[in-house]
């Protein structure tokens, strides 16, 4: 009992209203994008909006604990609100996943850019902020040791965003989530974004401390 009503004044005190905005902006278009996938009968992003659902109460509870800031929260919010968008704005035909403004044309035959690797990379790179926030303050480690663990985590959740698309390859039919070569480019934009989100991380915290 005790530990539950510290746990509600924790919560009280750490809710400030750029916090609570945040977490309101993603129940929202959650729940907006629960009603649309399911009005067209895709169950795979149906399944997308449980994992931010999953992550929303995670972050509550990160939030009462330890304080991520509330810029952190709207950057992680932005990243489920993009992935929808991508799955739900039409364009030219298609879906905005696959719409490429910026094309490099190049000999693999791939083709790049499209908006589908730019969300990851703002993913990841938003996700290694993340790393970085919590190593930097709950660790001794050596800021060369954050880095590499901050961009090793959040290719870590990357990697764990494309187990989910597996799942949904292999448990709803007519999935549009690409093949092997689509799995690959979306692990090396990963990395890319965890390689700038850490660099990013490091200027901004740096400059904090002096």
Known sequence: MVCSMQFLRDARDNLTV??????L???LYA????IYFSAIGNAEFLGYIA???FLLVFAGCILTHQCVPAWLLWLLSSVGFLHLLGAAVPVNGDILYNHVPFPIENPT????IKFDQIVHSYGSAVAALLMYF????DTR???LGIAIFSILGSVGLGSLNEVVEFTAI???????????YNTAVDLCVNLFGAVVGTLLALAFWKRQKA
Not at 18 to 23: I, K, T, V
Not at 109 to 112: D, M, N, S, V, Y
Not at 134 to 137: G, S, T, Y
């Open 25 to 27: 902006f993603t129940i």
């Open 51 to 53: 994992v931010i659902i």
């Open 141 to 143: 480690f050596h800021w």
């Open 18 to 23: 750029p916090r609570a905005s945040a977490l």
């Open 134 to 137: 919590f190593l930097v303050r």
């Open 170 to 180: 292999m448990t709803v039919p007519d999935t549009d989530v690409g093949g092997y």
């Open 31 to 34: 729940i907006g994008a629960g």
């Open 109 to 112: 035959g791939l083709t790049f």
